[in-house]
């Protein structure tokens, strides 16, 4: 997997500029993860590489024809499907006891067959990320993934995204320093 | 506020019946005239007379067959139409004139130009139609507006294939909307097709013996008629919204055993 690179990437909303002449290279097959303060863009600036937001200006390449997956900063879990199905939705291949199996390591063990409209936030967000992790991809999207996690489940959730993402491109937002250090990604600043 | 209680609170209670049934016979006793208001117990003797008939199956038969083709036709036209202007702008912008027209001009008008057109035998088709035609675009046009654009994001960005997209995102969103369209078009077919029938006298129709009732004071028969038109407006609406369900759930199985 080549580098991404953004170039002169600008993106304005109703006149407000978000960033302007941006520019960065992305490692492919490592983490990278983009820091910055809240509303710098961290959030415009995955949305424009996962295709769902057009720049002003400038261009992005290395994207092209790649699988993605992504945890988006809200869970987006169909409500009235069970937590199995929301990830079978995206890997409709992968078989029950495999998402069962790797359900238990998020702790979800007891609730796979539960609609997700019955679970508590954290396990919303677990369910999220076990479904970004099981699709396949060749670039993987973290928008602030930790978020309302409880700290003594962040860490193993933590250990459980760097095993499955070990020599994948994964491109991962976060305002949290620690966060950023514990995932071991090289840190790129927005400014 | 789920649906469950509001169906509950609005369920109809056999106490209420019965007391609006004691309400209209002791109405009918203290005007003391069939021509004005028959009492109950005599309707139910006329009806039970009529049933006895072939001429009744054959007329129930005559107005069921037209007005249910006429919705069937509707919720078809109605559901593609829908789509078809969800995607294209300029459809949708093309038939917003067309479906006002038609919700906003009475049905006396359609009714009257329609059997300038046609022949009155099948007239309750069109009547019913027109009357559906724009509840059920409307909302089903609506419910594909309300749907969750974060869901539909996320299956972009996975690439969910489309049958899968319509099946788990579109629909669990857009049956309410249909399916409350369907209960209120049904009740609506119902009452512009008698009332078609009625102008129109299509032989062999329930409307000519509404008119036939009319023409001929006889009370009786008006209220045996009328009941029936009220049971099998029910009848129907149960068994289409019952159809529908097991249509969406077979389709689901369908999707689902594709994918697996």
Not at chain 2, 121 to 146: A, Q
Request: proline share 3%; charged share 20%.
């Amino acid at each position: 997997m080549n580098n991404i690179c953004v170039k002169h990437l600008s993106k304005s909303f109703d006149g407000k500029m978000v960033f302007d002449n941006l520019n960065m290279s992305i490692s492919g097959r490592e983490m990278t993860c983009i820091m910055a303060p809240s509303g710098a863009g961290k959030t415009t600036l995955l949305r424009i590489l996962m295709g769902l937001e057009s720049a002003d200006c400038g261009s992005v390449s290395g994207l092209e024809n790649k699988r993605f997956s992504a945890v988006f900063q809200e869970e987006r879990l169909c409500e009235g499907m069970t937590a199995q199905d929301n990830i079978r939705l995206v890997m409709p291949t992968l078989g029950n006891q495999a998402v069962i199996r790797e359900m238990a390591r998020l702790g979800l063990g007891d609730c796979y067959n539960q609609p997700v409209s019955e679970l508590s936030g954290g396990m919303r967000r677990r369910v999220s990320i076990l479904r970004a992790l099981l699709a396949e991809y060749d670039v993987l999207f973290l928008d602030e993934p930790f978020k309302g996690i409880d700290d003594t489940l962040k860490e193993q959730v933590i250990a459980y995204v760097k095993e499955k993402t070990r020599g994948k491109t994964v491109v991962f937002v976060t305002h949290d320093r620690k966060e950023a250090f514990d995932m071991g990604a090289g840190i790129i600043e927005l400014l | 506020m789920s649906v469950e209680p509001l169906k509950e609170k609005h369920k109809i209670r056999l106490w209420a019946v019965l007391f609006w049934m004691i309400v209209w016979q002791l109405a009918s006793i203290w005007l003391d005239s069939d021509i004005l208001l028959v009492s109950p117990v005599k309707v139910v003797c006329r009806l039970s007379q009529l049933m006895m008939t072939a001429a009744f199956w054959k007329a129930v038969c005559f107005t069921l067959s037209r007005i249910a083709s006429g919705f069937f036709l509707a919720v078809a036209a109605g559901v593609t139409l829908a789509a078809v202007s969800s995607y294209f702008t300029r459809v949708q912008e093309l038939l917003a004139p067309f479906m006002l027209a038609v919700k906003s001009v009475p049905v006396a008008s359609f009714i009257i130009l329609a059997l300038i057109w046609f022949s009155s035998r099948n007239l309750s088709i069109l009547i019913s139609f027109l009357m559906v035609l724009p509840i059920i675009y409307t909302s089903v046009l609506s419910g594909i507006r309300s749907v969750d654009r974060q869901l539909l994001e996320m299956a972009y960005v996975f690439r969910i294939p489309k049958l899968r997209v319509v099946r788990y995102i579109y629909l669990p969103q857009i049956m309410p909307f249909f399916y409350s369209a369907c209960s209120v078009a049904l009740g609506m077919s119902w009452k512009a097709g008698a009332a078609a029938e009625v102008i129109g006298i299509p032989k062999g129709s329930i409307g000519e013996r509404l008119q036939q009732a009319k023409v001929y004071l006889d009370t009786p028969d008006l209220f045996a008629w009328t009941l029936v038109i009220v049971a099998a407006s029910l009848f129907f609406e149960k068994i289409v919204l019952y159809f529908m369900s097991k249509v969406v759930e077979k389709c689901s199985a369908m999707c689902m055993g594709k994918d697996e």
